[in-house]
């Protein structure tokens, strides 16, 4: 089973690199970041132009360069962050959260049980297509696979200790452009508004 590198760069309080790929669908993207010294990329399936299929290609070819996949996904729904971890994303970013329940059914559906509600099936990308004891396997993804929130909404930023009270939740990624049109201002990070937004988030998210 495979460690998830960038998980154990934040835990080590090392920096790490990362992109996101929103159009490029070739496999040799991995190698080209590999070779440029990223440690990880999300694939964008909320604003890039990729199916399932093309999103597990590109997942293998980071596995493979030895990059951390994430994908950003759509919407939080199960069938979504279910199929991508299967497909060997070590994680997942759900965009426009705003309520806790919606961060209990994200980390529902990355968890498996007990921790989730996640399906099993051992012999997928997830576990570069090898068998693996469900026990092991299970509590070795629990501890492994990344949940991040963006955050980019006025209603998450007002809500944002709440959120973040949900266990099994890693980390959080703020969306400037959708939340400065949440917040009714300029996209400038620099805005009085955007600042105390961002300075909430910050606060927050270090108390963990």
């Not at 729904?77 to 426009?96: C, K, Q, S, T």
């Not at 990355?110 to 299970?138: C, I, M, Y």
């Not at 600042?195 to 606060?203: P, R, S």
Request: aromatic share 6%; net charge negative.
């Amino acid at each position: 089973m495979r460690p998830n590198r960038l998980r154990a760069l934040l835990q080590s309080g090392e920096f790490a690199i990362g992109t996101m790929i929103q159009e490029i669908r070739s496999p040799a993207i991995a190698i080209i970041l590999a070779h440029a010294g990223f440690d990880f990329a999300f694939v964008d399936m909320e604003h890039g132009r990729f199916d399932l299929e093309s999103t597990a290609s590109l997942i293998q070819s980071l596995r493979l360069a030895g990059l951390t996949p994430l994908v950003r996904v759509p919407e939080g729904e199960y069938y979504l962050i279910a199929r991508v971890l299967d497909a060997g994303a070590e994680g997942i970013m759900v965009p426009r959260v705003e309520t806790r329940a919606q961060v209990e059914q994200i980390v529902n559906s990355v968890r498996f049980p007990p921790l989730g509600k996640r399906g099993l099936s051992t012999t997928k990308g997830h576990n570069d297509f090898q068998s693996a004891d469900p026990w092991e396997f299970t509590r070795f993804m629990n501890r492994e696979n990344l949940v991040i929130l963006q955050i980019e909404r006025k209603e998450a930023v007002d809500q944002i200790e709440d959120l973040l009270d949900v266990s099994g939740v890693d980390g959080v990624v703020i969306g400037p452009t959708d939340l400065s049109v949440s917040l009714g201002v300029s996209k400038a990070l620099d805005d009085p508004q955007m600042v105390m937004a961002i300075g909430k988030v910050v606060t927050a998210a270090k108390r963990r």
